[in-house]
């Protein structure tokens, strides 16, 4: 929706520099365009160069970046350009469509639905489940029985959630056995699950995913896991089953977490990171087996 600099700037507590100008879309630094806002992570003397030819445009920038008024330019300052982008982008320009529950969706006589749910195509939910309000399935998600899925949650396109982990064994005869699974899948409030990820079901006790964790796509989250509130699981990761990742844990590309071991809150794995030993709070590993290199510092 078409917008203005000055109410961005409030909505932001941030400070205006320059007049106040219309907004009607976002654009990127790299193709800034007239009526947009667009934001900068380093307001650098080139970058003030390279827009000053743009006329009509907004930027968010850093506090203390700019230097004055700037023709044409509407600047705001602000504590976190990129982060405060995307709060501007969700208050003033993602229009949500709305809910609705596909013809080809097949949903459990007992499925607990809640307010304003939208299921994709071909989605196929278990009778024991519920979903709670506001929360997204995208097309061809499987949820199986024993699974919670809270509010405002988005469960993307392919994912699987709730079925059973590989708990798998030898009987006495060296045959393989696999364990049934009893535990479920609780999934809190605000949590995104991207493409193409496994969710499975808890041995005895759920799998849980915490409040505000964003999983990406082709991620596997082994049985009875723990993830900790606003932790990100990027692309391709796999977690091994009982494994616990913090509140605010981080998870490179490709990286493994060994089955039953720990990462401390604020721990940060870097990409590939094969992580065969727990890693403490506010530690940065990486490597092949993972290896602690200093203490993080921030929270990107």
């Known amino acids: 929706m ?3 600099a000055v109410e961005i700037c409030r909505f932001l507590n941030g400070t205006l520099v320059g007049a106040d100008l219309q907004v009607s879309h976002v654009a990127s630094l790299g193709k800034p365009a007239t009526g947009a806002v667009i934001f900068a992570k380093a307001f650098t003397p080139e970058v003030a160069g390279r827009l000053q030819e743009f006329k009509e445009l907004t ?3 850093g506090r203390g970046s700019t230097t004055g008024p700037m023709p044409g330019l509407a600047l705001i300052e602000v504590d976190q350009p990129r982060m405060d982008f995307a709060k501007v982008c969700w208050r003033f320009f993602v229009e949500r469509a709305p809910a609705r529950i596909a013809p080809t969706a097949i ?9 304003n749910v939208t299921i994709g195509e071909y989605c196929v939910v278990a009778d024991d489940v519920e979903i709670g309000d506001d929360t997204e399935l995208r097309h061809h998600v499987v949820v199986g029985n024993k699974v919670r899925i809270g509010k405002r949650c988005l469960v993307k396109s ?3 959630v709730g079925e059973e982990g590989f708990g798998v064994g030898y009987d006495e005869n060296g045959h393989t056995l696999r364990m049934p699974h009893f535990g479920g899948v609780l999934i809190e409030d605000d949590v995104e699950i991207g493409c193409n990820v496994t969710v499975c079901l808890g041995t005895l006790d759920p799998t849980i995913v915490r409040h505000r964790a964003k999983i990406d796509d082709h991620v596997h989250l ?4 723990d993830i900790g509130e606003d932790a990100i699981i990027t ?8 494994s616990k990742v913090g509140r605010q844990g981080y998870l490179g590309n490709n990286a493994n ?4 071991k720990t990462m401390g809150d604020r721990a940060y794995a870097g990409l590939g990171a094969n992580i065969v030993r727990s890693v403490e709070s506010e530690t940065v590993v990486a490597g092949n087996p ?9 929270l990107n």
């Open 2 to 4: 078409p917008t203005t």
């Open 59 to 61: 930027v968010l920038v």
């Open 107 to 115: 949903i459990g006589r007992s499925a607990k639905i809640g307010l």
């Open 158 to 160: 392919h994912a699987v």
């Open 222 to 225: 082994g049985h009875n896991c």
């Open 235 to 242: 692309a391709c990761v796999c977690i091994g089953g009982s």
């Open 257 to 260: 977490l060994m089955n039953q």
């Open 290 to 298: 993972a290896k602690p290199l200093r203490k993080r510092d921030g």
